[in-house]
């Protein structure tokens, strides 16, 4: 966690004077449900205690100037000339802004300090933390009067506009809207949501990251899309009413898909399965079985691995290993693939003897440094 004061401090040492607020927006996980955003479904997300903070002011003029502190960089530009740029950072703020004006709100100039502890590339959504506190830091400041669930759209907008990535709704909403001690059940469909109880007890939370990225995640990516698609044109013909494969059963699929196209088949089925487990995975949480959450997260790895194909071997080995502890009951690739960390539910205090045990081997078979990251859940956004 970064101090608040330090975070004072800087921003009058950059600009002289205090911050008119500084607001806080969280990384997140997702306990289970992996590609069924895109597809209608739903997902299982929560805040963790890792998050991004802004510091903002208002200006007498319409200039804005950003710094950023992971970068030891600034950045300058006006209301009026706001547009994309070469640099990336500043693309996931100006988004933002761009937002708020696309909508008639009225905002001037800003100075803007930024700064977090969100390990970057673990695929915990740093950008989306961005998006999401210098929304809510923005809406305060000018008293624009957008709710929590605005600003995540706002969010997953300027994503797609000036970062120029087609995310879903998962992050955003996860970062603002999260609770202590729960998960969201969200449906992506029509934003309808749920917090529910994540009673850990006597289990912690250990992030595995690989410490990759494969460059097959972005064309990957688009051709399962793009098989979860043909597979609902396919029973469309039959059922005109379906609109995604969230409408889709496994007879319709058994009927319509199977026989024309097995790889479609077989993707299209991951998506249908997985959200059944995540709504089996709510009713253990519900019931407070931790251990029979676990299971459900074992089985959608082997099913994003085998049938979805969407791990890698890094991402299969560090979660073959966890299985092999008595002391996890649950662990699966988290995100959407080819890299990035895996998410391992575990006896309290046994995390230290996870990481001792798989690190050595990990390294060793891929010559690649094993990064642990404790998490615990946290509130969305807020201002401190």
């Known amino acids: 966690m970064i101090e608040r004061d330090q975070i004072n401090t800087r921003y009058k040492e950059l600009y002289g ?18 590609h069924t955003d895109y597809n209608e479904g739903f997902v299982l997300p929560t805040a963790i205690d890792k998050a991004i903070y802004v510091a903002l ?18 950045f300058q530009t006006t209301i009026e000339e706001i547009a994309p740029t070469q640099i990336s950072w ?9 937002q708020l004006l696309e909508r008639n709100l009225t905002i001037s100039g800003f100075n803007l300090y ?13 950008s989306a933390a961005v998006e999401c506190a210098v929304g809510y830091g923005l809406n305060h400041v000018y008293n ?12 997953q907008l300027a994503e797609h506009t000036y ?5 879903g709704i998962m992050d955003q909403f996860a970062s603002v809207l999260s609770k202590t001690g729960h998960v969201i059940r969200l449906d992506c469909r029509d934003l309808s949501y749920q917090h529910i109880p994540l009673a850990l007890g006597d289990y912690e939370i250990v992030l595995l990251n690989t410490n990759v990225k494969h460059s097959l995640a972005s064309s990957a990516y688009n051709d399962r899309r793009e098989a979860c698609e043909q597979a609902v044109s396919w029973v469309q013909e039959k059922y005109p009413t379906v609109k995604s494969l969230r409408d889709v059963t496994m007879e319709m699929l058994d009927e319509l898909v199977a026989p024309i196209n097995q790889e ?24 407070g079985d931790i251990i029979e959450l676990g299971k459900h997260m074992f089985l959608a790895h082997d099913a994003l691995s085998k ?6 071997e890094e991402l299969d080995f560090l979660v073959d290993q966890a299985k092999l502890m008595d002391d996890v009951v649950g662990a699966r690739m988290m995100g959407g693939g080819f890299g990035g960390c895996t998410i391992n539910i575990l006896k309290k205090g046994a995390g230290q003897h996870l990481v001792s045990r798989i690190a050595p081997a990990y390294q060793e078979k891929f010559n690649l440094e094993l990064t642990a990251i404790f998490v615990a859940t946290d509130n969305g956004t807020q201002i401190i």
Do not use: T, W
């Open 17 to 34: 004077q205090d911050p008119d607020v500084i607001a806080k927006s969280p990384g997140r996980i997702n306990i289970i449900g992996e």
């Open 57 to 74: 002011g208002k200006r007498s003029d319409n200039e804005i100037h950003l710094y950023a502190e992971d970068f030891k960089e600034s």
């Open 90 to 98: 500043p693309n996931y703020i100006l988004g933002v802004v761009n």
């Open 114 to 126: 930024i700064d977090g502890d969100i390990p970057v590339g673990a695929g915990l959504s740093s």
């Open 144 to 155: 624009l009067g957008l709710d929590r669930v605005s600003i995540a759209k706002i969010g």
């Open 163 to 167: 970062a120029g990535v087609k995310c």
């Open 264 to 287: 479609i088949y077989i993707k299209s089925r991951f998506v249908i399965q997985e959200n059944i487990r995540l709504n089996k995975a709510c009713e253990a949480l519900i019931q």
């Open 307 to 312: 049938e979805y194909e969407v791990s890698c």
